[in-house]
């Protein structure tokens, strides 16, 4: 079973940067598919961006796209989120989840099969 650990939310002002980390205990499998995803409190769970662990073919959601990247090191299991020019609605509990299907249906949350216990990501205008 994959344990997934995330870490480096926090509070940041509007245009200021962060870098999360999700961090498995396991080997991930050549067909898994990592991404993170957020949900602000009284909205759904949404797709923010993803990647193919074999591969490291990367997939972003449009509201992010050019402002966050996602990254992995192979070596240490970890899969990053560097954050920039973050804006107040980037406000949201942020997940780092996996599948093993790979990139077939990635936006979709109960496509995935493990879950990190969330990190919170606060910016203030």
């Known amino acids: 079973q994959v344990h997934l650990v995330e870490s480096g939310g926090g509070l940041v002002q509007a245009g200021g940067s962060l870098r999360l980390s999700c961090a498995t205990s396991?080997?991930?499998?050549?067909?898994?598919?990592v991404a993170w995803f957020r949900q602000a409190p009284g909205k759904e769970r949404e797709f923010v961006a993803g990647?193919?662990?074999?591969?490291?073919?990367?997939y972003y959601a449009y509201n992010v796209k050019g402002r966050f990247t996602i990254s992995r090191d192979n070596a240490k299991n970890t899969v990053y989120l560097q954050m920039n020019g973050l804006k107040p609605e980037d406000t949201a509990v942020y997940y780092c989840?996996?599948?093993?299907?790979?990139?077939?249906?990635?936006?979709?949350?109960?496509?995935?099969?493990?879950w990190g216990q969330g990190t919170q990501v606060t910016v203030s205008s």
């Open positions: 989840a996996t599948k093993d299907d790979g990139a077939l249906a990635y936006a979709i949350p109960g496509r995935y099969n493990a």
């Open positions: 396991v080997r991930t499998f050549s067909s898994s598919f």
């Open positions: 990647l193919t662990w074999s591969f490291g073919s990367t």
